[in-house]
């Protein structure tokens, strides 16, 4: 296999490689951009205009994303894989991922938007660098603009495989894309209603990309991803990258649960009190009248919203943080 298809392997070590560019047997040009990032380009006969970025490692012990995008890189650099597409691989966070930790000083899925420039810190760079790269990456006019950041969650879940679909004013969310992501096992999609600092709100927002974060199951250290079941959603980027994905028509939106945000829940004191188990999966049913959440000045957050769920609930985000997010069912009736 190519050295550049080891890009994990480099990453993990901290090492540049000392070719920056390679080209597969197929003539598919591979190029290391900086630390986590490589370039796939098919030959241009075979280009079928589809800009595609995956991120994993975002969050640094996410690992069965960051397996999943090795598994396709070696595929493509052994001529296994054939891309039609031009592809953006990313690990967000290499020093994280060293370390195997969410985060070393502070979340960089809390950093984009414009967030880094007023935060410091190798974590603020890497945010600015990431929009760099994805923003280069997204700039060649009239092709597809595609992106999957992809993750897995601290705790459990009633539903395992989700979707997060960012939100811009004046713009649907599409139908086609619901329809791909229900294709490729996600058993529900989250519709935001505003706007976010993660980063598939950035590509989405700003680079005018199809985006999405992807939730694949349970954060588990690397080589302990038995559990989280990504043949699916592997299927279908393989499909997506070699230009095979059946038409459109083909899918449907069938089983695919949607929601919409009802309220996020801040934290915005070292006094907030999150009042659920600590073992609570996500998409957990709240009743009306539950008492959620207590913080400073008398702040209490009640369940008013019938049919609600909680998500990512985590009261050990830093103040002024999401803390969690109360979601509602929602229909297909605004999508384009
Ligand atoms: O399990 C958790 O609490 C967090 C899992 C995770 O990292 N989720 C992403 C979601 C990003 C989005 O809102 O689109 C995150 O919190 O950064
Ligand atoms: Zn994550």
């Given at each position: ?51 595609l ?28 894989l054939?891309p039609?597409a031009?592809i ?149 980027l393989k499909?997506i990258i070699d ?94």
């Open positions: 296999m190519l050295a550049l298809g080891k890009l994990l392997e480099l990453t993990l070590a901290g090492r540049e490689p000392a070719e920056k560019t390679q080209l597969t047997v197929d003539g598919v040009r591979m190029r290391w951009l900086s630390e986590g990032a490589l370039e796939v380009r098919p030959p241009e006969a075979r280009d079928n205009g589809l800009d970025l995956l991120s994993a490692g975002i969050h640094g012990n996410e690992t069965a994303p960051i397996e999943l995008l090795d598994r396709l890189l070696h595929d493509i650099a052994r001529g296994d054939k039609r031009r953006l691989f990313l690990f967000g966070n290499p020093e994280a991922m060293r370390r195997g930790e969410r985060f070393v000083e502070q979340d960089v899925n809390r950093l984009f938007n414009g967030r880094h420039e007023s935060s410091s810190g190798f974590e603020a760079l890497r945010a600015c660098e990431l929009e760099r790269l994805a923003a280069s990456f997204f700039s060649q006019p009239d092709r597809q603009r595609l992106h999957y950041d992809l993750h897995t969650a601290i705790r459990g879940s009633k539903i395992e495989q989700f979707a997060l679909y960012p939100w811009k004013d004046g713009r649907q969310h599409s139908r086609r894309e619901l329809a791909r992501l229900r294709a490729a096992g996600m058993e529900a999609v989250l519709l935001q209603n505003k706007p976010s600092i993660v980063f598939s709100a950035y590509t989405y927002d700003q680079l005018g990309a199809e985006s999405f974060t992807l939730e694949l199951g349970k954060a588990r250290p690397f080589g302990q991803n038995q559990g989280v079941n990504v043949e699916r959603l592997e299927t279908r499909q230009g095979s994905e059946p038409p459109a028509e083909q899918d449907s939106l069938d089983g695919l649960q949607l929601f919409s945000v009802a309220r996020e829940v801040i934290k915005h004191s070292d006094s907030f009190h999150l009042h659920l188990p600590a073992d609570i999966e996500n998409f957990s049913e709240l009743e009306v009248g539950y008492l959620l959440a207590e913080d400073i000045a008398q702040t209490r957050w009640v369940i008013e919203e019938t049919g609600a769920r909680i998500i990512f609930p985590n009261p050990k985000v830093k103040n002024g943080l999401r803390a969690g997010i109360l979601i509602v069912p929602a229909t297909a009736d605004g999508l384009a």
